[in-house]
Structures are given as structure tokens and as C-alpha cells.
């Protein structure tokens, strides 16, 4: 198999194993050599785990052959974010205090990646259990942006980001509680859903914040990601929040008929506080989505200064409470040096967790205290409540929202970390979406000037992926091929 | 001179319901088993494992509120009580707080002074947690989470009780209750009910409640009489200092008979309690309150009433034979097919309660076919035995659910009325006390009763009492 390869999608590589061209062994070992060539500069795997996926690659070959794997994707290649439990394959969250932990189980989304015959290479590097936006809170390594390697790949979902956009992988499970798959895929040129909630079953998925977490396919085109969701979705009973959802079919919208379509632009995510090119970018692709026929408005959506405020406040809650079954108890990291109880809980979670991680413990833990519940977390839920009725409104209108998935491209390596604020408001165009639990896309629009991907958000009301797959598949046909991370003088390189 | 007092006394109850499974997994709530043989992903706090209810629990506990005559909340949620301890796996509690499933209900119970009503504050649905079993010889612990999510209702009820015996009633009636519902076996020993006692002291006569503190760690109703005087004691002797009584967490000592403080309310714990993202609200609708009203069965009070009411029985009857829903439906099952109410009544508050003490069982355990009972109660009214005869009977009918007919007739226990055997018999013991014989023709009426017991002795006991007698009389005549 040569370099060619490497700019197929997953499905043109599946339709290549169906037909036999390409064995699925092929496809591993490509990806094989490709993850030896580009990790020592990226680093976008905790775990690469060869073995198991040479000798899976001949299993699904198998299977595809008797006509059990009948699905888009047998034989493909892809990467698991590390929050999401694989069996018998170790599973941190990027924290030390998960450090040895090999579930027992594999998360439901991963069931389904094994039932459709794609095979799992490895874990991909994160923010420390999903909280941070650069995946540098990361406690195990640093990971790179492929299109310049001083610069973040954007999080928390960086490593499985990075994975497609270096071509280690042909698609990624990541997951968004607040941006977490959309934003690290606008920095790193690759596309990106974040379904309603409740479409992909969580079980499986190490909780950060509960009522907003969600996976989501990461890949290289439109397409991909879309066949990647129908797979992922359905109701599982060991979800209590999972929603039973008709088949989600997106063959059709991927022609990207958006005639008729209405598109709406909320002025506020044009305000100050967005990059100039970022502005660009969303203006370019207002005039495409036009050019296609669907009808483009800027509108006022609202309640847009109280989503960063409540989207920190509801989700450290939450992590607060989550987080704290890493004790030392049952497994993962415990601290040597502790001779108590109390001293072991102390000591295993200031030694286990990052200091992103105890930060939003602290913050979750004082906005449940008593005496400061109603005034924070109880007031955060009405201001949910509120942003959730802006978005139904703007619905009632619109059939699509149009919005930035970051307001700049990526930032460069340590320059985010020293002020946690700044880092907190570039979730703004993102985390109203979970709040809300709607679905949203991130697709690729163009290269900054410094050579740095930025990608734009189509938003969705509820159960309404059909719509904003349908926008992005439009708005990615009119847009063409998007370069490759790697190209120009550095593909020489590789 | 000392003042008078009053206690004040308001409980928190937990039992465990008896649903086949926990209530947020499908591993099973069997007592005992190799530790953590009864968990999975779940019930151990496994990363990426998720809560799901088991609507069982809805519905026992939905049980347990409508015979309290409780309010029901029909849209209600759980919420987390997050506190680090071992025993709990993620540590922190699914519980409920906010919209607890049931509210403003009561429990009557029967007191010295007539029936009392102890009303219900709320009542919710929770998980257990595991148990830590401490090894002294490894100076280690361990931690078994067979009993983790194991369902639990806690009932919070109102500051109703003012002593010890009103206390045990309501905690009876509450194990009374469960044990009709079916929803629960209500031990104290084995943990599936916990009683922690909140009591306070104040003034007979005033209104106003004082400090109060609660009580835990108690494992038997004597165990929570013990700890209820003890603290009433405690708290009147302070009070009699001219000191105050602090408001804290108190564990009673049932060996040392006293207990010691735990925690006050300054280092309370703050649970930070907040609705569970993983579980959605429980919205309970009409028509399942509906069906569950229809279902329910006839609970103590009813039974108790109409069993007085329909069988003629005492009161005191009535409360024996209800205490138990197995020993009611037994006793009323054999009252039907004998039409012998009375003396059924009889043979369970009298005979049968005896043999259970002896056999140290309750009144739940008790197995036989009604049919067998009535058999017996049938043949002694006949006089074809004996009581003391019926009596051997029973015991065989209470171990073994003998057929009495059979077992009377093998082992020839059957009365004889049979004139040509007794005059034989009554001929020979005439023949053998002549003095008594003229004792009796002198007019000495008291000989009579001699000769009646020689012949029973003769007999081993089953000589007809009524044909002796009158045989007896003609001979000695």
C-alpha cells in the first residue's frame, strides 16, 4: 500500500476491503507505520497496541469474508479516546490516578466499533479526564498540532484530533461535554460531531459532567463522520439517559440539498473577542451556504454572557461528585506514603489529580456546599433553562444556526494554561450546545495565514442531525478538498 | 424537687426491600455469599458504569407509602449525598432529598393509652452500601460490596413517640407492615431494618422542643429500649445541672449500656447534595397508584378488625394471630373449613406460639396445610381424642404437616368408646381397689375421680372421658 492511502477517507478504505483490494492487515500495518513516523513529533496516543490490532485485522478479514461484518467501516483502523473504556486495554483519562486501570468491559461505543469489524490501534491523549481545552492538563505527554508542531491540537478530545489529522488513524472516537470534540477538530482541520444528547449511550464513557457529556465521531470528511454516527447511536439500557431514536440514515442528506434551508448566524458570535480570520471564515461560509440556496440571516440568540458561567458552574459540580470514586480504594493510582484512611484519600488525590482537575473539583465542590447551592448551582440550572429556550426560539426561525467552533485558530504550546479564564471563554460558541443538548457539527473552512486550520459550527436543535450533516456536507462540496496537515514542504518530510 | 419531663422521640428507619435484584444493576440481593460474588461494574463504582432503576423498587416502595397513607410525589428524583467512605464505592449515596418519592403520611400503632397515630415526615428510596470487614491480625481492612445497592427505603417520621414502648410498637408495626407488603423481612439483627433515634427532653407541658441528639448502632428492639431510657436519663441529668445538651450524632454501646458522642452538628457533614445526572426523574402516573391501591392486600388493622368483627374473636386474640400475615391467613383458612373459629384461635395464639418460642421461630416460618389443623379440630370436637392426644397431634401437624386422621390411627391415639373393652377395664381396677369401691357407696362422691384416672391409666389416656364415666357409674352403682 503506498502513500496514496493516506488521503482516502475511512469509507473509501472500506469500500476498498469489501472489494478485496486492500486487506485489512494492509490498512493496520499502513497505519502502523504511519503512527511510527508521525508520533515522535505528535504524540497523539497514551497506548498504541499493535499486537491486538495485526491479529483483530486478520479476524475481521474473516468475517468480512463470511459476511459478518457488512458494515461502512469493517476492516478500518481507528483510535479511541483514552475516557472511554476499552476491555482489557488501559484506560486513564490522560490522569495518574487511573494510571493500571484495564476495565474489565468495553463502553458501549466501543461494542459497536468491534460489531462493525473496525479495528482499534490505541488510546489518543486528552485533557486530564476532559477538562481543558489544549489537551496540555494532560498528565502522560504533550500532544502536537500536525499542521505545526508548536502549536496545541485543541481539546479535550487532542489526541484522537490529531490521530485523523496526521493520518495515523482514519477515524476517532472523541467525546464533547463542552466543545471537547468540536473545537479540538476546528484547530486541527478535521470534522466532528457532537450528537444530542442521549444519542450515543455513555456507559462506558468515564463521566466528567454527566448531564452534558457526549461521544462523537471525529474523521476526515462529512461523510465519515456521519456513517460513524448512525453506527454509534441507539438506545442502551444501561443508559438511562440514552434515547431510543428512529435509524439515523444520513445517505441523503449527504447529497447536501440545502434548498430552502434557513441558516441563522447569531450576531453575538460576531462580536469582539473573535479573531478577524475566524470572522472571515464565517463569512465565506455564509456566501456558500447561499450560493447553495439556503437562506443565511444574522440574529440577536441571547443569553449568550451566562452560558461560560453556568457551563463551569454545572459541570464542575458534577466532576466534583464524579470524580470522586478515584480514592485509592479499587484501582488505579494509590499513594504509597499515606499510613490512613483519610491521609490515603488525601494524598492518592492530591498525587493522583492534575491541578486543572483539583481546580474544578474545588469549584464543583463550594457551588454544592450548603449555604452557596441556590445562589450557584441552583441558579446555573435556570440559566440552562434560559439559554435552552433562546436556542428553541432561534429554532422556531432557523432550521440551522451558523457559529465559530473557537473564536482563534490553535494557540501555541504553553500559552493557555497561565490563565485559566482566558482558556474558559473559548468554550463560549461550544459549550451552549451542551447545555442545551443539541447537536453541532465542526467542519473545516480554510488556513489561517500562519498556516492553521479553522474550522466553523452548524448547531442543530434537537435530534436534528439530518439538518446540520445536510449544511456541512453542502458546505463541504462547495469548499473542496481540504489541505492536508502535513502538506507542502513537510510532506516531503514524512 | 425534680421536675417532670417529658421525652420527645422521632425515628429514621431503613429496611432493606427484598426485590430479587439491587436497585441500580441486576446482581442479586441474596444475604451472605463470598464477598463481592453479588456485584459488577456497577455496584462496585467502576469507572464509566452507569445507575439504572429498577422499577421494583418504585413499586415496593410505592407499597410501603400507600399503606402510611403517605402523599406521593409523582414526579420525583434522585439525588447524590457525596461523602467519602469505603463501604461506598463511588463515594457518594444515590439517594433522595429534594422530591423524596413519598410525604405526610402515618402509622397507627397501639399504645397503653389507646391507638396513636405517628405521622410520616417522608419517606424515600436509597442504595445500601458494601461492608468493611476489619482483620486485626493483618491490622488491615477489606471491603465487601455484596450488600452495595441493595434497595432501602428510610422513613423519616415525625417527633411522635414519648417512650420506649411507643417506639417498639411503631417499629413493629412498620415490620408488620413490610411483612404483609411482601416487601421486606424486617430483621433488626441480620441489618434489614435500622432504627436511629432522634430524642430530646423537655418540660412536661411546654410546647417547644429541646436539643435534640440521634442515636445509631442499634441492633434490637431491647437494645433500642435500653438506649431510649438511657438517654432520656442522660439528657434530664444535664438538664438538672443547669447544663445544656448538644445537638450531635451519638453511638450506643448496648454492652457498656451508654452511649458516646460520634459528631456534633459544627463538623456535620455537608453532603452537597444535587440531583443525579444519570438518573432521570421517576414520573409515577395515576393508573400505576391505581393498580397498586387494588393490589394491595388487606393490612393488620383491617384484618385485625374484621377477624373480631366476623369470628367473634378478643381483641386480644385478633392482635396475636395478625401479627403475622402467614399465622392470620393459616388461622383463617382453618376457621373456614372448620367452622371452629374459637377453638383455631386457640390452637395458634396458644399452642402454636409456644412450640414457635421453643423452636426460636417466627410466626413467617410457620408451614402447614390448614386442611390438617381443621382435621384435628374436627375429630377432638367429635371426642374421638383427646386434648391431650389433639395435642401430640398438633406437634406433628406444626413440624411436620402430619395427616392427623393417619397419625392418630398408627399410633392409636384414637379415643375408645368401645363399651365391652371399658367394662372389662372398669371391672378389673373395681376388683382391685375395694376400699375406694366402699369409700364410694359410703357417699364419698371425691373417690369418683380416682377411678376415672385408673382407667385412663389403664387406658394410656384413651379411654372416651364421657362413655367412662357413665360405664363407671353403672358399676359402682
Known amino acids: 500500500m503506498g502513500e496514496e492511502y493516506l488521503t482516502w477517507t475511512a469509507g473509501e478504505l472500506a469500500r476498498k476491503i469489501r472489494k478485496g483490494e486492500i486487506r485489512p492487515s494492509e490498512a493496520v500495518e499502513a497505519s502502523l507505520l504511519q503512527i511510527e513516523r508521525m508520533e515522535p513529533q505528535i504524540g497523539a496516543f497514551l497506548q498504541i497496541d499493535r499486537e491486538g490490532a495485526l491479529a483483530r485485522a486478520e479476524e475481521v478479514e474473516q468475517g468480512i469474508r463470511s459476511g459478518k461484518y457488512q458494515g461502512p467501516f469493517a476492516g478500518v483502523p481507528a483510535a479511541v479516546k483514552d475516557n472511554i473504556c476499552t476491555k482489557g486495554m488501559e484506560t486513564t483519562c490522560a490522569s495518574r490516578i487511573l494510571s493500571g486501570f484495564y476495565p474489565p468491559y468495553d463502553a458501549c461505543a466501543v461494542e459497536k466499533l468491534k460489531e462493525a469489524g473496525i479495528i482499534i490501534l490505541g488510546k489518543t491523549n486528552m485533557d486530564e479526564f476532559a477538562m481543558g481545552s489544549t489537551t496540555e492538563t494532560s498528565a502522560r505527554k504533550v500532544t502536537k498540532n500536525p499542521w505545526n508542531t508548536g502549536h496545541v491540537p485543541g481539546g479535550s478530545s487532542g489526541g484522537s484530533c490529531a490521530a485523523v489529522a496526521a493520518d495515523e488513524c482514519f477515524i476517532a472516537l472523541g467525546s464533547d461535554t463542552g466543545g471537547s470534540i468540536r473545537q479540538p477538530s476546528s484547530f486541527c482541520g478535521v470534522t466532528g460531531i457532537k450528537p444530542t444528547y442521549g444519542t450515543v449511550s455513555r456507559y462506558g464513557l468515564i463521566a466528567y459532567a454527566s448531564s452534558l457529556d457526549q461521544i462523537g465521531p471525529i474523521g476526515k470528511d462529512v461523510a465519515d463522520c456521519a456513517r460513524m454516527l448512525s453506527l454509534l447511536a441507539g438506545q442502551d439500557r444501561r443508559d438511562s439517559t440514552s434515547l431510543k431514536r428512529e435509524t439515523l440514515d444520513f445517505e441523503e442528506d449527504l447529497a447536501g440539498d440545502i434548498r430552502g434551508m434557513k441558516v441563522g448566524i447569531p450576531k453575538e458570535y460576531l462580536d469582539e473577542g473573535i479573531d478577524p480570520e475566524v470572522r472571515d471564515a464565517l463569512k465565506k461560509t455564509m456566501e456558500i451556504l447561499k450560493e447553495r440556496g439556503a437562506s443565511v440571516e444574522e440574529f440577536s440568540l441571547g443569553m449568550t454572557e451566562y452560558v461560560i458561567p453556568s457551563y463551569y458552574i454545572i459541570a464542575s459540580a458534577e466532576a466534583s461528585s464524579n470524580l470522586a470514586r478515584f480514592d485509592g480504594v479499587k484501582y488505579g493510582y494509590r499513594s504509597p506514603h499515606a499510613d490512613s484512611l483519610h491521609e490515603m484519600y488525601k494524598m492518592t488525590r492530591s498525587e493522583g489529580f492534575g491541578t486543572e482537575v483539583k481546580r474544578r473539583i474545588f469549584l464543583g465542590s463550594f457551588v454544592l456546599s450548603s449555604g452557596y447551592y441556590d445562589a450557584y448551582y441552583l441558579k446555573a440550572l435556570k440559566a440552562r433553562a434560559v439559554i435552552k429556550e433562546a436556542f428553541d426560539r432561534a429554532f422556531a426561525a432557523y432550521d440551522v444556526l451558523l457559529g465559530p467552533a473557537a473564536p482563534q485558530t490553535a494557540p501555541k504550546i504553553g500559552e493557555s494554561l497561565s490563565d485559566p479564564l482566558q482558556m474558559y471563554l473559548g468554550d463560549l460558541y461550544t459549550a451552549a450546545v451542551n447545555l442545551a443538548g443539541l447537536p453541532a457539527i465542526s467542519v473545516p473552512c480554510t488556513v489561517s495565514k500562519a498556516g492553521l486550520p479553522i474550522g466553523i459550527q452548524l448547531i442543530g436543535d434537537c435530534l436534528q442531525e439530518k439538518k446540520i450533516i445536510r449544511a456541512a456536507a453542502a458546505f463541504e462540496k462547495e469548499r473542496g478538498i481540504f489541505p492536508k496537515a502535513y502538506s507542502g514542504t513537510k510532506r516531503g518530510k514524512i | ?477
Open chain 2, 1 to 477: 424537687m425534680r421536675k417532670q419531663y417529658e421525652t420527645v422521640i422521632g425515628l429514621e428507619v431503613h429496611i432493606e426491600l427484598s426485590t430479587r435484584t439491587k436497585i441500580f444493576c441486576g446482581c442479586p440481593t441474596a444475604f451472605g455469599g463470598e464477598p463481592n460474588t453479588h456485584t459488577c461494574p456497577v455496584c462496585t463504582g467502576m469507572p464509566g458504569s452507569l445507575p439504572v432503576l429498577n422499577r421494583k423498587v418504585v413499586e415496593y416502595a410505592l407499597k410501603a407509602g400507600l399503606a402510611m397513607n403517605c402523599k406521593i410525589h409523582t414526579f420525583c428524583k434522585f439525588d447524590r449525598k457525596n461523602y467519602f467512605y469505603p463501604d461506598n464505592p463511588q463515594n457518594y449515596q444515590i439517594s433522595q432529598l429534594y422530591l423524596p418519592i413519598c410525604y405526610d403520611g402515618y402509622v397507627s400503632v397501639d399504645t397503653a393509652q389507646g391507638e396513636k397515630r405517628i405521622r410520616i415526615h417522608e419517606m424515600h428510596m436509597e442504595e445500601d452500601a458494601g461492608k468493611l470487614v476489619h482483620d486485626p491480625w493483618t491490622d488491615s481492612s477489606l471491603v465487601d460490596y455484596n450488600r452495595s445497592g441493595v434497595p432501602l427505603i428510610e422513613i423519616v417520621s415525625e417527633p411522635d413517640m414519648r417512650n420506649a414502648q411507643e417506639v417498639i410498637a411503631y417499629l413493629e408495626q412498620l415490620r408488620i407492615m413490610a411483612q404483609y407488603l411482601g416487601i421486606s423481612d424486617c430483621r433488626l439483627e441480620e441489618g434489614s431494618m435500622r432504627a436511629d433515634v432522634n430524642l430530646s427532653v423537655r418540660e412536661a407541658g411546654t410546647e417547644s422542643y429541646g436539643t435534640r441528639t440521634e442515636m445509631k448502632n442499634l441492633n434490637s428492639f431491647k437494645a433500642i429500649a435500653r438506649a431510649i431510657e438511657g438517654e432520656t436519663i442522660r439528657q434530664i441529668e444535664l438538664l438538672e445541672e443547669g447544663k445544656e445538651v448538644i445537638q450531635e450524632t451519638r453511638r450506643w454501646d448496648d454492652n457498656k449500656e451508654c452511649s458516646f458522642p460520634m459528631r456534633s452538628k459544627e463538623d456535620a457533614k455537608d453532603y452537597r447534595y444535587f440531583p443525579d445526572p444519570d438518573l432521570p426523574p421517576v414520573v409515577i402516573d395515576d393508573a400505576w397508584i391505581g393498580r397498586l391501591k387494588k393490589e394491595q392486600p388487606e393490612l393488620r388493622e383491617e384484618k385485625k378488625k374484621r377477624f373480631i368483627r366476623e369470628f367473634s374473636l378478643s381483641e386480644y386474640d385478633a392482635r396475636i394471630l395478625t401479627e403475622s400475615r402467614n399465622m392470620a391467613d393459616l388461622f383463617e383458612e382453618t376457621a373456614k373449613i372448620c367452622s371452629q373459629p374459637k377453638k383455631a384461635a386457640n390452637w395458634m395464639t396458644q399452642d402454636a406460639m409456644k412450640l414457635l418460642k421453643e423452636a426460636g421461630k417466627s410466626p413467617e416460618e410457620m408451614k402447614f396445610s390448614p386442611d390438617h389443623l381443621a382435621a384435628l379440630i374436627l375429630v377432638e370436637e367429635e371426642q374421638k381424642i383427646t386434648h391431650k392426644g389433639a395435642k401430640e397431634v398438633f406437634e406433628q401437624i406444626f413440624d411436620h404437616d402430619e395427616e392427623p386422621l393417619a397419625y392418630i390411627e398408627a399410633h392409636h391415639l384414637s379415643t375408645v368408646a368401645d363399651t365391652d373393652v371399658l367394662e372389662q377395664i372398669i371391672e378389673e381396677v373395681i376388683r382391685e381397689h375395694p376400699d375406694s369401691v366402699a369409700q364410694y357407696r359410703e357417699g364419698k362422691e371425691k373417690v369418683f375421680g380416682f377411678f376415672v384416672g385408673q382407667v385412663m391409666k389403664k387406658m394410656k389416656g384413651n379411654a372416651d372421658p364421657a362413655v367412662t364415666r357413665e360405664l363407671l357409674r353403672e358399676k359402682l352403682r
